[in-house]
Nanobody, 122 residues
């Protein structure tokens, strides 16, 4: 079992940056692949980014490639999402996710955080 707590959301102007953090409980953080999803009002939750157990492999949805970077610090049990060049269409609730399978974390993670709101004004 792992518990996830996101932080770092907020209001930012278009073109600005935010860094989301997700702190995980437990001593086995490095055995989990981690991911970020987002859900905008009236839309389905969508995959944003994923990172493998030791950070060697990452994946991104096309709409954020070149703007967002996922990273992790296994010593701190934390995964990050650095978001640059933010656009109004990035406005959503962002969720941290975990799964011991790297493919599954991108599609159907076993664990979810509670979410953090990101709002990008035009």
């Amino acid at each position: 079992q792992v518990q996830l707590v996101e932080s770092g959301g907020g209001l930012v102007q278009a073109g600005g940056s935010l860094r989301l953090s997700c702190a995980a409980s437990g001593r086995t953080f490095s055995t989990y692949a981690m991911g970020w999803f987002r859900q905008a009002p009236g839309k389905e939750r969508e995959f944003v980014a994923a990172i493998s157990w030791y950070g060697r492999t990452t994946a991104y949805v096309d709409s954020v490639k070149g703007r967002f970077t996922i990273s992790r610090d296994n010593a701190k049990n934390t995964v990050y999402l650095q978001m640059n060049s933010l656009k109004p269409e990035d406005t959503a609730v962002y969720y941290c996710a975990a799964d011991q399978n790297y493919n599954s974390v991108q599609v159907r993670p076993s664990y979810w955080g509670q979410g953090t709101q990101v709002t990008v004004s035009s």
